[in-house]
């Protein structure tokens, strides 16, 4: 069993930068992923990071965002900058053990955090 635990969610005016944290205990996966859900909105993709490093990332956020890993202490990072308020959702974290080109949906993704609210003020 896997458990991701996020944190670092809060309130930023537009502009600003926040950075978001999730720790996975238990097995330890190799892939990960970023979604965000708005009120009234499906859930949707944000970034991800496979085995090897490599990121990936939805066209709304790209240039803006960035998708990390520690190995070491079992952590994936959001780094958030130059928020918006339609940045504004509830960010999960998600585990696969394996990822491919659907790396972007959420069926492709095992096992998910309980979310941590972002809001973004104009």
């Known amino acids: 069993q896997v458990q991701l635990v996020e944190s670092g969610g809060g309130l930023v005016q537009a502009g600003g930068s926040l950075r978001l944290s999730c720790g996975a205990s238990?097995?330890?996966?190799?892939?990960y992923a970023w979604f965000r859900q708005a009120p009234g909105k499906e859930r949707e993709f944000v970034a991800a990071?496979?085995?090897?490093?490599?990121?990936y990332y939805a066209d709304s956020v790209k240039g803006r965002f960035t998708i990390s890993r520690d190995g070491a202490k079992n952590t994936i990072y959001l780094r958030m900058n130059g928020l918006k308020p339609e940045d504004t959702a509830v960010y999960c974290c998600?585990?696969?053990?394996?990822?491919?080109?659907?790396?972007?949906?959420?069926?492709?993704?095992?096992?998910w955090g309980q979310g941590t609210q972002v809001t973004v003020s104009s």
């Open positions: 238990g097995r330890t996966l190799a892939n």
């Open positions: 998600a585990a696969t053990y394996s990822i491919s080109s659907y790396y972007y949906t959420v069926t492709e993704y095992d096992y």
């Open positions: 990071i496979s085995r090897m490093g490599s990121t």
